[in-house]
């Protein structure tokens, strides 16, 4: 069987819905296709499970620091059913029926299955093809890879996917990968109660960060009781009475009852004509012009299946420039100042440009590096250990990157994104008024530094 659709939209996650919403109204069919949930990793699996459970992490953690603080006699006694049953209730029960009605109530599409590029403008659906009479949008995200590690499967190993289904929690764990998701989940299940040993195999953790802001972060992870190694690689994995045990590079072993490989996210494009179609790849993600986010004659890219980045805000910003663009619009894609967040505690928040990929590209550069905890907001909060990184380009007096770790930097990255796309002068950032005490006034002492 044979459908004809304007656009066919291969993924109906965050990307695809903005796509949907794009073309709604504008007189263009468009068919969705989706193999699991309407909606995509972010809500069901990826940004709102793990960030559910790092706010009841948060909580608890909070609840022994008023020993610190406030309390004299305190009593806590942690339930991981009560976090599951929440984690469980925000991520919609993994049950997409709204998403899936909202995307039909806009006029869309909604076919089930994995979708395939048989051939330019073909797309084939568990034997059902679809053509596309305008273009093919290729947004069907990335998937968690599990590492050529021998013995991965005798382990039956957690992925992020499976980490925030759990219903209960394991006595002791092994997270191996320190990106962001590693971070955030590690640390979530160590404040939950379990032991948790944290291996990454490069230098630091947030290997694409700035190096201090995983410094900094690694001082609290060690600090609340948790093994963090790095500079040491996964070499193979076991099952044993007690779990597993997984050997390091060096002859070193970790043993836990359970092992969580947050490593690698890579596009699952087994069967897609690419090559008859003209897209190429590049380190194994669709390549695409990064402003037009054209891959290829009648065919459009966008989300994390296209390296550019993978966060949910991105996905739908190429999302409504490829919608935008099917409708004739001349609407392009930026990439200057997207932000970057670990929700860990404290949050490592940054946007633009590292310190090293700057001296790349640009050569002469101001850096300015402070602690956000020698503030006064530093003190009232007891916050040790923070950081506040800010790369300039003094020839034109402007921000080109920013790295913050301390308490809500999510919320404060939001003014420095701005700062990095508008081109703001350094000056005025620095004459702009902060309220005292917040962390946001130790940024202006960062700003005017950078500005002299």
Same mark, same amino acid.
């Given at each position: #069987? ?50 559910? #459970? ?82 093919? !949008? ?7 890879? =599990? ?9 039956? &190993? ?6 925030? #289904? ?36 490069? /230098? ?42 997984? /050997? =390091? ?17 890579? &596009? ?9 179609? +003209? ?25 994390? !299946? ?39 505690? &404290?949050?490592?928040?940054?946007? +633009? ?8 590209? =640009?050569?002469?550069?101001? !850096? ?56 703001? &002068? ?27």
């Amino acid at each position: #069987m044979e459908l004809a659709f304007d656009v066919v939209c291969i993924g109906a996650g965050v990307c695809g819905e903005a796509v949907a919403s794009e073309l709604a109204g504008a007189g263009l069919s468009l068919a969705l296709v989706e193999e699991r949930l309407v909606g995509g990793e972010c809500p069901y699996w990826g940004g709102v499970p793990t960030k559910a #459970m790092l706010r009841c992490a948060e909580v608890a953690a909070e609840a022994v620091r008023a020993g610190e603080l406030a309390a004299r006699r305190l009593l806590i006694e942690l339930d991981f059913a009560r976090v599951a049953a929440r984690t469980s209730r925000l991520a919609r029960g993994w049950d997409d029926a709204a998403a899936a009605h909202a995307l039909e109530e806009a006029g869309a599409t909604l076919v089930r299955g994995r979708g395939v590029l048989a051939a330019p403008g073909l797309v084939e659906v568990d034997g059902t093809r679809l053509r596309a009479r305008r273009a093919v !949008v290729i947004c069907c995200g990335t998937a968690p890879e =599990l590492p050529p590690v021998r013995g991965f499967a005798d382990v039956d &190993p957690w992925t992020s996917r499976e980490a925030v #289904m759990a219903n209960e929690l394991p006595r002791s764990l092994t997270v191996l990968g320190g990106s962001v998701v590693g971070v955030e989940l590690a640390q979530a299940f160590r404040r939950l109660g379990a032991r948790v040993t944290l291996v990454e195999g490069g /230098s630091g953790l947030l290997p694409h960060e700035e190096p201090e802001a995983g410094a900094a972060l690694r001082w609290h992870l060690e600090a609340e009781g948790m093994t963090v190694l790095t500079g040491t690689q996964a070499v193979a994995a076991e099952p044993v009475r007690r779990g597993v045990r997984l /050997s =390091l590079r060096g002859g070193r072993q970790v043993t836990s009852a359970r092992l969580l490989v947050a490593t690698e996210r890579r &596009p699952q494009l087994g069967g897609f004509a690419l090559a008859e179609a +003209g897209v190429d790849l590049q380190g194994g993600f669709v390549r695409v012009d990064s402003r037009t986010l054209r891959a290829a004659e009648g065919i459009y890219a966008g989300g994390d !299946v296209t390296g550019l980045g993978a966060s949910a805000p991105l996905a739908r910003h190429h999302g409504q420039v490829i919608g935008a663009r099917l409708r004739g619009e001349d609407r392009l894609a930026d990439h200057r100042a997207v932000p970057r967040v670990a929700f860990t505690d &404290p949050e490592v928040a940054s946007v +633009g440009l590292t310190e090293r990929a700057a001296r790349e590209r =640009l050569g002469a550069l101001r !850096v300015v590096t402070v602690d956000a905890a020698a503030s006064v907001r530093g003190s009232v909060h007891g916050f040790r250990s923070g950081l506040i990184k800010l790369v300039a380009d003094p020839g034109r007096g402007v921000l080109v990157g920013a790295t913050v770790v301390c308490p809500r930097a999510s919320e404060l990255i939001s003014s420095l994104a701005l700062a990095v796309r508008a081109e703001l &002068p350094l000056a005025l950032l620095a004459e702009t008024l902060q309220p005292l005490p917040t962390f946001a006034r130790a940024l202006q002492g960062a700003l005017a530094r950078a500005a002299a």
